[in-house]
C-alpha cells in the first residue's frame, strides 16, 4: 500500500513537471517581440498601451493602430505578425511540450501572417474557421461592398490547411494545399480554392512583417557615466619596516 | 535490368528527391520563421548568444537571406562581437539603399569610438533615409559624437575625510610599542585630490596626464603623516575592436612625518582584450624602481631600495545584467633589494565585487591573499621570513548628486608572520565626502 502510496505521489509529482508547459489563465503564452507603431492589449477590462517584451496571456485581445504592426511569439513556437488596425483574441491555448496542445485565435478585423507552432492550431474570423499544423498563413478580415469577409491563404505546408464555417447553416470545408487561396464571405457557401497570385502572397507579407524595425534601435550613451566606473577615495598603503624596539636605560653612577 | 524497369525506378527516385525535397522547403520556412521570431526576442531579451544561434540557424534554412543576414550582424554587434562589422558590411551589400545596416555599422563603429567611420556610415543613412526613424536615429549617434570630441578633457576629483587605523605603526600583536610611539592606533583626516587631462583623443587611442595628491594628518602620531604625490602619464592604442594597448609611466614621491620616505618610477603597460557582453581580460606587467630613504623614525629604510616586477591577469566579469561587475586576478611578484632579507617572490589572488543598489547606492566588496616568501631571515639564524597577508575591505557609496558622493568603508588586513615582528593586525574605518568636476 506504501508502495502505491509513493507512486502515486511520484506521478503526481511528474505530471505536475511535465506540465510546466501547459498555460493556465494567469500563465503567459507569449510575449510581443517586435512592434513598429502602436498597440494595445485588452485584458479583463481595461486597455493598455503594448510593449516589446511584454507577456501575452490567454484571453488578451491585441490591437494594432493605424500605420502600426505587431509580432508575436508563443511558448509553442507559433508566430502571429499583425498588419495595421488589426485584432486578435487568444481565445485558448494549452501547450505542454510532451504532448503538445491546442491553440484558438479570433480575428476579429484586420490582417495577419501565422506561422504554426507544435500546437492543434486554429483561427477563428466571423466567417471561416481555419485549422492547421506546421505551415505559414495568410489572412484577411474585412468588409467588402458591405459584406463581412475572411481571404486565406496557405502558405508553404506539407500538410493541409482545412477551413469549415462557424455558420452551423453552412456545411461547406475546403482543403488548401501550398499556394492556394479562399474568399469566404458571409453567409455564402464556400467558394472552390484557387491559386494564390504571387502578388497577393507579397502584399499580405510587405503588410505584415516588420523587416528594419523588428530589433529596437539603441540611443546613443556617453561612455564611463555608468555607477560602476566610480573610483573609490583612494589611500596609499605604506608597509613600514618594524620601528627601533630599544629603550634607553639612563645609569646614575654616584661615587662616593 | 531491362529499359521499363529502369525507368520506373529512376521515376521513383526522382518522384522520392522531388517529394523529400519539397517537404524540406515547407518546413524550412516556417522553421525559418520561427527562427528569426526566437532571435528577435533573444535579442530583446539581451540574450545575444542565443540570438546568434538563432539568427545563424535562420541563415542555414535561407542562405544568403537579407534578413537573417542583417538580424546576426546587429545581435554579433549588440554582444561585441568583431565578427558583426563583416556581418552587417553583407547585409548592406546585399541591399545597399537599406538604412538599417549602415545604422547598425555606425554604431558598431561608435561603441568602439571608432567615430570617424562610424560619421561616414551615420551621414550616409541620412542620405539614404532622410526625416526618417533611422535618420533621426543617426543624428542622435552624431550629435554624441560631437559631444565627446567637445567634452572636457580633463576631470578632477576632491575626497575629504576621516579615518580610525587600529595600527598605524604596524605593531606586532603583542609586542610593546616602540620608543616615542605614545599608542598604536589613532584617528586621521584626510585629503586626496586626482585629477587628469586628456592631451590627446582620437578613435584609435588617448594619452593623457594625471596627478594623484594623498595628505593624512594623525591626531596623535603626527610622524606618521603620510604625503604622497603621483604623476603619471597614461596612453591606449586601439590596436582592434577586441585588442587595446595601454601604458603609464608614474613618478611617485612619498613623505612619513614630514621627511622623505621613498620616491618611485614605474612602467605600467596592458593588454586589455575585449571579449564581448561586458567580459574583458587585463594582461598586465609593471617594473618598478624603488628609492627609499632613511629618516629619524626608518633608519634602515634605504636598505629596501631596489627593482620590483610584477606580472598579472584581471579578469572582469559582469553580472546580473551589467548592474554589477566582479573581478578576478592572479599577480606574481617579486622584490630585489639591497639586503636578502627584503628580497621576495610574492603571488597574489585579488576578487572584488562591485554593484549598484537602489537609491543610488555602490557596493564594494574585495579580498586578497598574498603570499609572500623572503630570501633572508630578519634574525641570523632565524627561520626565512613567510607572509600571508589577507586582506579583505567593504565600503557603501550613496550618490548624493552628479558631482558629490559620500563613502564608508572598512578595511582589514591581517599579515601573518613567522617572523613575530612582521605578524601584525590592522582595520581602517573612513568616511569620505568626495567631490567631482
Same mark, same amino acid.
Given at each position: ?9 511520484? /506521478?503526481?509529482?511528474? =505530471? ?85 496542445g491546442k491553440s484558438i485565435f479570433n480575428l476579429l478585423d484586420g490582417k495577419m501572417k501565422a506561422v504554426v507552432g507544435r500546437t492543434n492550431f486554429e483561427v477563428h ?42 455558420? +452551423? ?15 469566404? /464571405?458571409?453567409?455564402?457557401? /464556400?467558394?472552390?480554392?484557387? +491559386?494564390? +497570385? ?14 528594419? /524595425? ?12 555608468? =555607477?560602476?566606473?566610480?573610483?573609490? +577615495? ?23 | ?41 533573444? &535579442? ?43 556581418? %552587417? ?39 539614404i533615409a532622410p526625416n526618417s526613424e533611422f535618420s533621426r536615429k543617426a543624428d542622435d549617434y552624431l550629435a554624441a559624437i560631437s559631444e565627446s570630441k567637445a567634452a ?7 575626497? !575629504? ?6 595600527? !598605524? ?92 620616505? $621613498? ?8 593588454? !586589455? ?9 587585463? &594582461? ?15 633608519? $634602515? ?31 606574481? $611578484? ?14 597574489? !589572488? ?38 600571508? &597577508? ?5 565600503? &557603501?557609496?550613496?550618490? %548624493? ?21 612582521? $605578524? ?14
Open positions: 500500500m506504501k508502495i502505491v502510496h509513493l507512486t502515486l505521489l511520484v /506521478f503526481v509529482a511528474c =505530471w505536475s513537471a511535465g506540465l510546466s508547459g501547459v498555460a493556465h489563465a494567469k500563465d503567459e503564452v507569449g510575449s510581443l517581440i517586435a512592434l513598429r507603431g502602436k498597440a494595445v492589449i485588452e485584458r479583463t477590462g481595461t486597455t493598455t498601451a503594448a510593449k516589446v517584451k511584454e507577456g501575452i496571456l490567454f484571453n488578451d485581445a491585441l490591437a494594432t493602430r493605424e500605420a502600426s504592426r505587431a509580432k508575436v511569439l508563443f511558448i509553442d513556437d507559433s508566430v502571429l505578425s499583425m498588419a495595421e488596425n488589426s485584432k486578435v483574441v487568444i481565445k485558448e491555448f494549452l501547450y505542454s511540450r510532451e504532448k503538445g474570423t466571423p466567417t471561416a474557421v481555419a485549422a492547421a499544423r506546421g505551415t505559414t498563413i495568410y489572412f484577411e478580415e474585412g468588409i467588402k461592398d458591405g459584406k463581412r469577409y475572411t481571404l486565406i491563404i496557405c502558405g508553404e505546408t506539407d500538410k493541409e490547411l482545412v477551413i469549415t464555417s462557424p455558420d +452551423p447553416k453552412i456545411k461547406d470545408t475546403a482543403v488548401l494545399t501550398t499556394g492556394m487561396m479562399i474568399i469566404i /464571405f458571409e453567409g455564402e457557401p /464556400f467558394p472552390l480554392p484557387m +491559386p494564390a +497570385p504571387a502578388s497577393e502572397i507579397e502584399r499580405l507579407e510587405s503588410l505584415t512583417e516588420i523587416t528594419d /524595425f523588428a530589433l529596437s534601435i539603441p540611443g546613443p550613451f556617453a561612455p564611463g557615466t555608468g =555607477w560602476l566606473s566610480l573610483e573609490l +577615495p583612494y589611500a596609499p598603503t605604506i608597509d613600514q619596516p618594524p620601528l627601533n624596539k630599544t629603550t634607553p636605560v639612563t645609569i646614575d653612577l654616584i661615587f662616593k | 535490368m531491362g529499359w521499363g524497369k529502369l525507368n520506373r525506378l529512376s521515376v521513383l527516385v526522382i518522384g522520392a528527391a522531388l517529394f523529400f525535397s519539397s517537404s524540406f522547403a515547407h518546413a524550412t520556412e516556417a522553421t525559418y520563421e520561427q527562427h528569426i521570431a526566437k532571435g528577435i526576442a533573444s &535579442v530583446e531579451g539581451d540574450n545575444y548568444s542565443v540570438a546568434i544561434d538563432e539568427f545563424s540557424a535562420a541563415l542555414r534554412e535561407k542562405p544568403g537571406d537579407f534578413r537573417a543576414t542583417l538580424y546576426l550582424g546587429i545581435a554579433q554587434s549588440r554582444s561585441g562581437a568583431a565578427e558583426a562589422e563583416a556581418t %552587417l558590411k553583407r547585409a548592406r551589400s546585399m541591399r545597399p539603399d537599406d538604412p538599417r545596416a549602415g545604422l547598425e555599422l555606425g554604431i558598431f563603429n561608435f561603441n568602439r569610438s571608432f567615430y570617424n567611420v562610424a560619421t561616414y556610415y551615420f551621414d550616409d543613412v541620412k542620405r572636457k578633457r580633463w576631470l578632477l576629483r576632491i575626497a !575629504v575625510g576621516g579615518q580610525y587605523d587600529s595600527n !598605524v605603526v604596524l605593531n606586532t600583536a603583542e609586542g610593546p610599542l616602540p620608543q616615542g610611539i605614545s599608542n598604536k592606533s589613532d584617528w586621521r583626516a584626510v585629503v586626496t585630490l586626482n585629477g587628469r587631462y586628456d592631451f590627446v583623443r582620437a578613435g584609435e587611442g588617448s594619452a593623457s596626464i594625471g596627478y594623484n595628491f594623498y595628505q593624512s594628518l594623525h591626531a596623535k602620531l603626527s610622524d606618521f603623516n603620510v604625503s604622497q604625490h603621483i604623476l603619471d602619464l597614461s596612453g591606449t592604442y586601439h590596436i582592434s575592436p577586441t585588442f587595446d594597448l595601454q601604458g603609464t609611466y608614474a613618478f611617485e614621491y612619498t613623505f612619513v612625518g614630514g621627511d622623505g620616505y $621613498d620616491y618611485a618610477h614605474s612602467l605600467m603597460p596592458s593588454l !586589455v582584450v575585449t571579449e564581448g557582453k561586458g567580459f574583458s581580460t587585463t &594582461v598586465s606587467y609593471m617594473y618598478r624602481r624603488n628609492h627609499y630613504m632613511n629618516s629619524d623614525l626608518f633608519f $634602515d629604510n634605504s636598505d629596501r631600495s631596489g627593482s620590483y616586477n610584477q606580472t598579472g591577469v584581471v579578469q572582469n566579469i559582469p553580472l546580473y545584467g551589467n548592474i554589477a561587475l566582479a573581478k578576478l586576478g592572479y599577480f606574481r $611578484d617579486n622584490d630585489g633589494t639591497r639586503q636578502a632579507v627584503w628580497d621576495y617572490n610574492g603571488q597574489r !589572488v585579488i576578487a572584488a565585487l562591485q554593484f549598484a543598489l537602489p537609491q543610488r547606492i555602490l557596493i564594494d566588496l574585495s579580498a586578497e591573499y598574498y603570499r609572500k616568501h623572503y630570501k633572508g631571515a630578519f634574525v641570523d639564524g632565524g627561520p626565512l621570513r613567510r607572509d600571508l &597577508v589577507r586582506t579583505a575591505s567593504i565600503s &557603501v557609496t550613496k550618490l %548624493l548628486s552628479e558631482r558629490y558622493s559620500i563613502t564608508a568603508g572598512e578595511f582589514y588586513t591581517r599579515n601573518k608572520s613567522n617572523t613575530p615582528e612582521f $605578524d601584525y593586525t590592522r582595520a581602517v574605518t573612513s568616511l569620505f565626502l568626495t567631490a567631482r568636476f
